[in-house]
């Protein structure tokens, strides 16, 4: 940026709507094949896992509600330090365009670059451990993509960062505690 801040921009692809709906749709036709020809897939249920499915898809296309996620999260996780989202640059942003802060870190799963960097495994465990109850049991909102490509550690400060926040959770406070008790 102009104040020389280092950013990130993640640009939707010319037309990709359009295909994932037609992707989509040639699933929902296929699982409702399955489900015509097979108890096991009607029983499972695959035409609403596959609608489930879609939908999701269709809502990590739009970059304003990633944005949001993770404007969310940030707010959520402000307690426990050593964890944090990407600032997202809003002015920047659209809901095919997202503009975030330049993160100079490496998958969570680098022990190399861990030990590397003088950071506790067990440290960093508790945090994400930390982070993991509060965004379900107390939040019910939570980051619902978490893989090592999406959990970075930060090279300056040693800071767990969470990234790609297209697809959340919810769980209301019922589900919340069926989870405790």
Do not use: C
């Not at 739009?62 to 640059?89: D, K, M, Q, S």
């Not at 809003?90 to 997202?98: G, K, V």
């Not at 939570?142 to 769980?171: C, S, Y």
């Amino acid at each position: 940026l102009k104040t020389g801040e280092q950013v990130v921009t993640k640009i939707q692809r010319p037309n990709i709507q359009n295909q994932v709906k037609a992707d989509v749709g040639i699933m929902d036709w296929l699982a409702s094949l399955a489900e015509q020809r097979s108890g096991f897939a009607r029983d499972m249920g695959l035409m609403s896992v596959v609608n489930e499915f879609g939908r999701q898809v269709l809502l990590e296309l739009n970059y304003g509600n990633e944005a949001y996620n993770a404007v969310r999260l940030e707010h959520n996780l402000a307690e426990i330090e050593g964890i944090r989202l990407p600032i997202i640059y809003n002015e920047f942003s659209t809901d095919r365009l997202l503009t975030m802060e330049f993160v100079d870190g490496f998958k969570i799963t680098n022990l190399e670059e861990i030990e590397a960097a003088g950071i506790s495994r067990e440290h960093l465990a508790g945090i994400a451990l930390r982070a993991t109850i509060k965004q379900i049991l107390i939040d019910g909102f939570f980051h619902g993509d978490l893989h090592p490509g999406n959990i970075l550690i930060n090279r300056a400060d040693g800071d767990i960062v969470l990234v790609d926040t297209g697809m959340v959770g919810e769980l209301d406070i019922n589900q919340r505690f069926n989870l405790i008790g």
